[in-house]
């Protein structure tokens, strides 16, 4: 079993920022691949950032030059660093982390729990 802890979120102005992590723990052989997503009120959940199977970066185009993703390895973490933050971007943040338990696992999705983030005066 493989448990994810977010944090970091909140209330914050716009153009403020905020820093999420996501930290992974339990039955972790490898990890496959990491990403964050978001869904706003009423509408569905959209990848926001990610690394790509060939470690590059992909992020959804409303983000870009804002939102930065990284990785620390050694501790199974997921960092999102959003700055020049806006209205728009208030959702509830999920960070996913697909998880090899053995050298011939494909790989396990595990999601985290969710964490706000309202961007508001």
């Known amino acids: 079993q493989v448990q994810l802890v977010e944090s970091g979120g909140g209330l914050v102005q716009p153009g403020g920022s905020l820093r999420l992590s996501c930290a992974a723990s339990?039955?972790?052989?490898?990890?496959?691949?990491m990403g964050w997503y978001r869904q706003a009120p009423g509408k569905q959940r959209e990848p926001v950032a990610r690394?790509?199977?060939?470690?590059?970066?992909n992020y959804v185009e409303s983000v870009k030059g804002r939102f930065t993703i990284s990785r620390d390895n050694a501790k199974n973490m997921v960092f999102l660093q959003m700055n020049s933050l806006k209205p728009e971007d208030t959702a509830v943040y999920y960070c996913?982390?697909?998880?090899?338990?053995?050298?011939?696992?494909?790989?396990?999705?595990?999601w985290g729990q969710g964490i706000e983030v309202t961007v508001s005066l």
């Open positions: 996913n982390i697909v998880v090899a338990t053995h050298h011939t696992d494909l790989g396990t999705g595990y």
């Open positions: 690394f790509m199977s060939d470690g590059s970066t």
């Open positions: 339990g039955n972790i052989f490898s990890i496959l691949a």
